[in-house]
């Protein structure tokens, strides 16, 4: 892994810290659980709703998300994603496997993660202008968010896997089968198709 350093500067910047009328991710209970979608739903207004009440905002900002939707999708990799163009967030499937469900005080967290992604634009991704109002929102300021594992009896890879062994694509962890996500994505590689497997026996499991 490449390391990355930075120059210091001459005057330390000042540490993001949270808003005084939110209360941040760390004080809730890391015991709940969120079972459902439309558990996720109620969830994800209700942050929505409590974030407009900060005063520290821009109007800009309190405008694009108070009008932000929120719905649900099949997702590699990633746990939920803001989509700029229709100011819509879309929340991974995989939150929401039999056996594994999200822990409310990170479901909370993905959700702000992704309302900062709206109020500073999708241009600042990471940057520390997206970090500082994640944090000032009440997140913990990661860039990665976490979900329990969970046996899962697929794995989705690369027809090309064994020719490229080193560069294809391969992922695992699904419970089930995701045929959008068959059709939408390819190898980032080769550009090649990916096929789902079963984790038990390793053969092709044909989509239907």
């Known amino acids: 892994m490449q390391q990355h350093t930075e120059t210091p500067l001459r005057h330390p910047q000042k540490k993001p810290s949270c808003w005084p009328d939110v209360e941040p991710i760390s004080f809730l209970n890391s015991k709940k659980t969120v079972t459902s979608q439309s558990q996720a739903l109620v969830i994800a207004k209700k942050i929505q ?3 407009l009440e900060c005063k520290v905002m821009t109007d800009e900002q309190r405008k694009t998300i108070s009008l932000v939707t929120f719905g649900f999708g099949d997702f590699v990799r990633a ?3 803001y989509h700029q163009k ?18 409310l005080c990170d479901f909370i967290n993905t959700v702000k993660h992704e309302l900062a992604h709206a109020a500073v634009g999708v241009k600042e991704r990471h940057n520390n202008t997206w970090k500082e109002f994640f944090i000032g929102c009440g997140g913990n300021g ?10 899962a009896p697929y794995s989705l890879q690369c027809v090309e896997l ?8 391969v992922a695992s962890r699904f419970v089930l089968p995701m045929k959008n996500v068959m059709v939408r994505k390819c190898c980032r590689n080769c550009r090649g198709k990916l096929e789902v497997l079963s984790t038990k026996t390793g053969e092709v499991v044909e989509m239907k």
């Open 79 to 81: 746990l939920a994603k």
């Open 86 to 103: 229709g100011n819509r967030v879309r929340f991974s499937n995989n939150l929401f496997r039999p056996g594994a469900p999200v822990k």
């Open 142 to 151: 990661a860039v990665c968010g976490s979900m329990q594992k969970v046996d």
């Open 49 to 51: 709703e409590i974030l």
């Open 162 to 169: 064994k020719r490229n062994p080193q560069k294809c694509f």
